[in-house]
Each structure stands twice: as structure tokens, then as C-alpha cells.
């Protein structure tokens, strides 16, 4: 775990950030240093692919932190419809209570990926979250403002949430020496990764920037805009939209999908539910077979 505490001035919220190894994934308590209030996001919930077995370490962690601290979490929020993990969202709303969200784009989302898994009961599915957040809206947490911000690109319904001087800003922006995040998925779009980390690189350059991967030897998950505006190899001032676009692309034409991707969208999509068991107790995952191309 890594702590970022709240700074002495202005609207600054306190930050804990959990790291699991197996996906690259960073997990996130963000919380108001005056009221305890906090918000969870993108919590994990661990999947061996080989085994097909789930269990609750890395939401667990989370659980010992937040009561450790005394705090109320009001908000259980994930970024996306995540592709490399499954979302410990609904495990966790048992265990606390508190309600789930995630961007009203998902639906789209979930669009697709019924006829991929051809599982309609994926299609149009709002009551896997209690909310569904359009871009723009905003809401507390304790004294802090918390705004949505769309952020297409890698998904379709990626959105970011702006808290004071954080941003949480997921599969976007990676660490400066890592660049961006893969904008192949469908209904991804390196032009509209590129909008979105220009949004994120336009806000004040002390803003905090939490990321969702790292995959490095001593994994990190912040940098200020600042050092991304100075120093990130993708989109680092004095780089074009044209050039974004032209290496984003060829990068993901090289990259083969997630090991966990046709797990865990299916139980993403509804909101971090594994599949309902039948009456003896079987819970299946589908896999759709020749739906996607091997990378070049």
C-alpha cells in the first residue's frame, strides 16, 4: 500500500493506493481528511484464469484499511467496464453497504459484449449499479466535490473523477515513462484517448494524477500534470494529436489481449456479479470462440 496524504491548502483529499501484482492494477481508497467520508475505486476482486478460482485478497485489504481507519465509505466507483480484472464492486457493497456506480455508457458497453458472448441477458442492464453517472455531474464526499468526467478511448465509457487536487484518471495516462494506456478494445479510440489525456493534462499542474496499470519492477501510481506535460513519452508537450494517434496505434497492433479480458467482462458487465449458479450449484464463464484477431 502507498499513502498520499491531503495537502495543507485548498480542496485535497487523503489517498491510499493498493497494487495487485498479478493484473498490474491499481486500487484506490480516496477519502475526505475531515469527515472520513470515502470513496473506493476500481477495487479488485482476484481471479486465477488456469484454475478458474475467485477469492477476496485484495478487496479484503481494503475492508482491514477502511475500518482500521474508521471510515464511511459512501460510494463504491469504478472507472470502466475493466478488461484485465474482475471488479470486487458487488463483494464489497455486501460487506459495507454502500452504493455502486460507474458511467451511464456502460449500457453501450454492455451492448456489445452481449452479442460477443451471446448472452442477452448482458443487454441493457442499469440495475447492476445504483447509479449511473453522465459526464458532468458531480456529488460529496464529506466536504469534497467530486465531478465525473467522460474519458473515452480506451473504452467507450471510461469515466474520470476529479476530487480537489486528484484525479482518477484509470486507463488513460500510464506513468510518464510508460506513456498511455491501449485504445483497441471495442469500441476504443487512440483520437479519443488523445481528447481525454488532453482534458487531463489541461487541469492545473500540481493536480495529482492516479492511474489505473503499472507493470513495472517498483510499480508507482501518481505523477502530477506537470511531469506528464513535461516528461511523458506519449503526450508530453510538443507532441502532436497526429503522433499520439500514429504510435498509439501501431504499439496496440502488437499487443495481445488480456490473459483474464473474455472472463472478466462478463462479470464486469454486471457490475462485479459472478455468473448465477444453477441448481446444483455450477457457475459457468462463457468464452466466445474466433471473435478476435491474434495480434500482427
Known sequence: MQTFPHRLTGNSPDVAAFYDADTGSWQYVVSDPETGQAAIIDPVLNF????????TACADAILDYVRDR???????????PHA??????????????????????????????ADLYADGSLKDRP????????DGESFAL????????LSTG???????????????????????GSGSSRADFPGGSAAELWETIRMILDLPGETRVFIGHDYGDEPACMATVAEHRASNKHVKDGITREE???????????????????????????????PEPDAKGRAVLRVPLNRFATPE
Open 48 to 55: 486465477d484464469p488456469k484454475a478458474g478460482a475467485t477469492w
Open 127 to 134: 440495475d447492476f449499479w445504483d447509479r449511473m453517472w453522465q
Open 84 to 113: 484485465d480484472h474482475f471488479s470486487a464492486a458487488h463483494y464489497l457493497k455486501g460487506k459495507l453497504g454502500a452504493p455502486t456506480a460507474i458511467g451511464a455508457k456502460v449500457l453501450q458497453v454492455q451492448e456489445i459484449w
Open 70 to 80: 474508521a471510515l464511511t465509505v459512501a460510494w463504491i466507483l469504478d472507472t470502466h
Open 142 to 149: 464529506g466536504n469534497l466535490s467530486v465531478q465525473v468526467r
Open 244 to 274: 499520439f494517434i500514429r504510435t498509439r496505434e501501431a504499439r496496440d497492433a502488437t499487443l495481445s489481449l488480456p490473459d483474464r479480458m473474455l472472463h472478466a467482462l462478463q462479470v464486469n458487465l454486471r457490475g462485479g456479479r459472478l
Open 154 to 176: 480506451h473504452t467507450l465509457a471510461s469515466v474520470s473523477y476529479l476530487i480537489g487536487d486528484a484525479i482518477f484518471a484509470h486507463d488513460t495516462l500510464m506513468m510518464p
